[in-house]
């Protein structure tokens, strides 16, 4: 059966009965070459070699640096490198000195604003800026309210001056104090028959519908 490395390997190191050492997890001396070695020099040169040391210190670090061009120093990260951006562009950052104007609060009261210059107050050609008189103006009014107003001169009555008092209760059906004994409905707190005959509306009733005698007066 072929190993799963004779892929990379050439044949004669596979043969049977060849020298060659077929042992990739073993560490011989520098100059027995197994079928890794080239692997092995690729990681030199090594602060600490752990396979050459007399006592094999497990604490120390095999590389105590990164590569050779460095002095020792570690390079920086992508984060530093990119805050640094901020002092290439320090002069954006930096507090400018704005244009002192004119009129300041000390010299307010002496200033003469509205002199006459022979120029427009507002509008085009007006020396300081002024918004229009109806720049705040609210337009509350809707399309229906404009395209749909009476054809005549609308009067508004003066009845709300003579307010005339609500009696449409007097036509409410109340809950019938006989018809309706055996019903689930209950006015007020109390629980024992009301047939009293006198409802919630019976004065307005009384103000709508006069009562009337059925029995003509005698004339003399």
């Given at each position: 059966m072929t190993s799963t490395w004779?892929?990379?390997?050439?044949?004669?190191?596979?043969?049977?009965?060849?020298?060659?050492?077929?042992?990739?997890?073993?560490?011989?001396?520098?100059?027995?070459?197994?079928?890794?070695?080239?692997?092995?020099?690729?990681?030199?040169?090594?602060?600490?070699?752990?396979?050459?040391?007399?006592?094999?210190?497990?604490?120390?670090?095999?590389?105590?640096?990164?590569?050779?061009?460095?002095?020792?120093?570690?390079?920086?990260?992508?984060?530093?490198?990119?805050?640094?951006?901020?002092?290439?562009?320090?002069?954006?950052?930096?507090?400018?000195?704005?244009?002192?104007?004119?009129?300041?609060?000390?010299?307010?009261?002496?200033?003469?604003?509205d002199r006459e210059l022979g120029?427009?107050?507002?509008?085009?050609?007006?020396?300081?800026?002024?918004?229009?008189?109806?720049?705040?103006?609210?337009?509350?009014?809707?399309?229906?309210?404009?395209?749909?107003?009476?054809?005549?001169?609308?009067?508004?009555?003066?009845?709300?001056?003579?307010?005339?008092?609500?009696?449409?209760?007097?036509?409410?059906?109340?809950?019938?104090?006989?018809?309706?004994?055996?019903?689930?409905?209950?006015?007020?707190?109390?629980?024992?028959?009301?047939?009293?005959?006198?409802?919630?509306?019976?004065?307005?009733?009384?103000?709508?519908?006069?009562?009337?005698?059925?029995?003509?007066?005698?004339?003399?």
């Open positions: 004779s892929t990379t390997v050439p044949d004669f190191v596979e043969r049977k009965g060849s020298m060659f050492l077929r042992s990739n997890h073993m560490n011989y001396a520098r100059a027995t070459l197994t079928s890794n070695w080239h692997q092995a020099r690729e990681a030199e040169p090594k602060d600490y070699d752990i396979s050459r040391d007399a006592v094999r210190d497990l604490c120390k670090a095999t590389y105590g640096r990164i590569g050779n061009i460095t002095n020792g120093s570690l390079p920086k990260t992508t984060y530093q490198d990119h805050s640094e951006e901020i002092f290439l562009r320090k002069r954006e950052f930096e507090e400018k000195e704005t244009r002192k104007p004119m009129i300041t609060i000390e010299n307010f009261a002496n200033a003469n604003i120029s427009p107050q507002s509008g085009y050609g007006s020396v300081l800026p002024r918004h229009h008189p109806d720049h705040h103006k609210y337009y509350l009014e809707s399309t229906h309210a404009a395209d749909y107003k009476p054809p005549y001169p609308y009067i508004p009555s003066d009845s709300k001056k003579e307010e005339q008092p609500d009696l449409s209760i007097a036509f409410k059906k109340c809950h019938s104090q006989f018809t309706d004994t055996g019903d689930y409905r209950r006015c007020g707190r109390n629980t024992w028959q009301d047939e009293s005959g006198i409802y919630n509306n019976t004065h307005f009733k009384r103000q709508i519908f006069k009562v009337a005698d059925p029995i003509p007066v005698q004339l003399e």
